[in-house]
């Protein structure tokens, strides 16, 4: 007989199976017609510019970071205005003390200037500068 | 339910202080932007407050709190105290050091996350549930992942942080998992309820015959997550590394708080788990698992953890390295403690703990107030140092004689309680392990001795003069590690009054 967990490892192979079998059957299906457009990266329909393995501003991950932070923030009140009837005063107070917590990280935040985006100067290659004089 | 979480909270008090000090650690430092000595002194007036609360709850008061979630019971009152004392320690010295005080870097978030590590560290102290344990370990780990790399212009010290926070997210992953196998075997996260579930028949009637293998894995992969956290061999790796890398008052504090912390959740772990109320009358009544003796596995990692820290800690030369191995060591030692499974045990570690608080902080100030002055941390470098400076040699050299174990300071008293509850536990072979592994560690200490007193200065051999406060503070702790070798019962006595833990008769 199954076990519990005996079940779930079942559903991993099917899982497994189901894909697999899902690409091999449209490999043989499919037509075969492709051009340069249909291979490209797909990215909402703009054109994709250069390589997407380039570095990106640290300041991406600060702002993710604070909205996650805020995100996570909402995901706590709602339960809570459901059922804050019940609770009453004693719940208020605790997610005051818990709103308050959050404040003083976002105070932080902003006066250690991490909200600001101030955009650095573009650095163009000094070839690129070198051919932009010729012409 | 309402009523419970009130009544939780007014043995919660030290949390809440450390908590409400860290948000306003973090409001002062936005508003007094240049004045760290001041947020400096403002946590040591909330550590200060935090200790009061924690002395209050000195009492023998054993309660579960918030549902089972936090216990507060002498155990973890012993270790609060303990991590309390070596924060202000720690705030102390970090006033004083060189290395941080340069100027460049911002300070006050320094103070704020060194309350926050304390916060977490209390936290394992009590955590009853396993998701509590899991979240105070993470809360400890990820400040300690940044204060490890807080000179970050020193690519040492950015090193130090990358490779703890590697080894730290495996081996929490790695308990996370064993958490997780624990849960599906008993359908509970709270130690107790674990316990009350395989006391009730043992886990062989819950699931299929396997389960029993199940758990022992479960147990293995928590004690990952733990021997990482206290550096026992196979999991030490990042140990030398960071604690080389990290500023020198962070080591100090990671060496002797975060082990004390990691070792409280440890044991409160596998003997309240574990813990068979049925066979309450024999002495050793922590039993193993079902058919499983795990005694036997912290029995070879505490022979591995101390046989490999003494053996490298030979060959090192930077004094900051040789002390981090001297702490993986000292991490063995204790272990064994951990093995006897007995009251006696348990009251040897604290009464350990104690000792080696004073003395590895000491022998860490020591290094860093030297370092202030020559600048370096090689053992080469302490040619002479006994002519040039001859209170802080001497200091230095007392708690090094106190690491080893050497009469008549306070090592001798932590090793002999110890070694005592091993005998009587018919221990005999893991005893004489250690004891040979002392005679190792002499070598090594007995090197730094050495180049101070029997070598003449190299270089530059004008005197080093100290000033006053570093040798009050000096005094704070050889004082302590003195008499605490000549007149010990007090600390005897706290200590097995406060084997008491939640949940154990």
């Not at chain 2, 400040?143 to 690519?155: H, R």
């Not at chain 2, 090793?415 to 250690?434: R, S, V």
């Amino acid at each position: 007989m199954l076990t519990d967990f005996g079940r779930v490892f079942l559903f991993f192979i099917i899982a497994a199976i189901f894909v697999a079998a899902g690409l091999i059957v449209a490999r043989l299906l499919r037509p075969h017609r492709w051009y340069p457009g249909k291979l490209t990266t797909y990215e909402c329909g703009e054109e994709p510019v250069g390589t997407p393995w380039v570095q990106y501003n640290i300041r991406f991950y600060v702002v993710a970071l604070i909205f996650l932070i805020f995100d996570v923030e909402i995901v706590f009140l709602f339960p809570w205005a459901v059922v804050y009837q019940n609770l009453g005063m004693f719940a208020f107070v605790e997610m005051v003390i818990f709103l308050v917590i959050l404040l003083v990280g976002y105070a932080y935040v902003w006066r250690k200037g991490d909200l600001e985006w101030d955009r650095p100067e573009p650095e163009i290659p000094f070839i690129q500068i070198l051919k932009r004089f010729i012409s | 339910m309402l009523q419970q979480i009130l009544e939780s909270l007014k043995l919660f008090q030290p949390e809440i202080v450390l908590t409400v000090v860290l948000c306003a650690s973090i409001l002062l430092d936005l508003i007094f932007r240049n004045k760290p000595n001041f947020i400096g002194g403002f946590v040591i007036a909330g550590l200060l407050l935090a200790g009061y609360f924690v002395i209050e709850q000195a009492n023998g008061v054993t309660q579960s709190i918030f549902s089972d979630m936090y216990a507060v019971d002498p155990f973890s009152v012993f270790f609060k105290a303990l991590i309390i004392l070596s924060a202000l320690f720690v705030v102390v010295f970090s006033l004083q050091s060189k290395e941080l005080n340069n100027g460049k870097r911002k300070l006050g978030e320094f103070y704020s996350l060194l309350i926050a590590l304390s916060l977490g560290m209390l936290l394992m102290t009590g955590a009853s549930n396993l998701l509590m344990m899991y979240l105070a370990l993470e809360l400890t780990s990820l400040t300690s992942y940044i204060l490890a790399g807080y000179k970050k212009e020193v690519p040492d010290s950015s090193e130090a942080s990358l490779k703890y926070v590697i080894y730290g997210s495996l081996s929490s992953g790695m308990m996370l998992y064993g958490i997780s196998i624990i849960y599906g075997l008993t359908g509970s996260l709270s130690i107790y309820g674990i316990n009350e579930a395989l006391s009730m028949g043992g886990v062989n009637l819950l699931a299929p015959k396997s389960s029993g293998l199940a758990l022992i894995a479960a147990n293995v992969l928590m004690i990952v997550g733990f021997g990482y956290k206290i550096s026992a061999v196979p999991f030490h790796f990042w140990t030398p590394d960071v604690y080389e890398g990290a500023p020198i008052t962070i080591t100090a504090f990671l060496s002797v708080a975060s082990k004390a912390a990691g070792f409280a959740m440890m044991m409160r772990y596998f003997f309240v788990t574990y813990f068979d109320a049925v066979a309450r009358s024999m002495e050793g009544h922590f039993t193993a698992l079902p058919g499983f003796d795990w005694t036997y596995i912290i029995a070879i990692i505490s022979v591995l953890t101390m046989t490999l820290g003494n053996l490298i800690a030979i060959w090192q030369n930077n004094l900051k390295r040789l002390l981090a191995y001297s702490s993986i060591a000292h991490a063995g030692y204790m272990l064994m403690g951990v093995v006897v499974l007995n009251n006696e045990g348990i009251s040897a570690i604290l009464i350990y703990f104690v000792v080696y608080l004073f003395m590895n902080l000491g022998a860490f100030y020591t290094v860093m107030l030297i370092a202030n002055k020559i600048g370096s941390e090689d053992i080469d470098a302490y040619k002479g140092l006994g002519y040039r400076a001859p209170f802080i040699a001497v200091s230095l050299s007392i708690f090094l004689i106190a690491l080893t174990g050497l009469p008549p300071t306070a090592g001798f008293i932590g090793k002999l309680y110890l070694f005592a509850a091993l005998i009587n536990a018919k221990w005999i072979g893991l005893a004489i392990i250690g004891v040979l592994n002392i005679v190792v560690s002499l070598y090594y200490y007995a090197r730094v001795f050495r180049n101070m007193f029997l070598r003449d200065p190299e270089k530059d051999s004008s005197p080093i003069i100290f000033q006053p406060i570093h040798i009050l503070v000096t005094l704070a702790l050889v004082i302590p590690t003195i008499l605490l070798g000549l007149y010990f019962s007090p600390l005897v006595d706290i200590a097995q009054a406060s084997v008491k833990m939640m949940g154990l008769m």
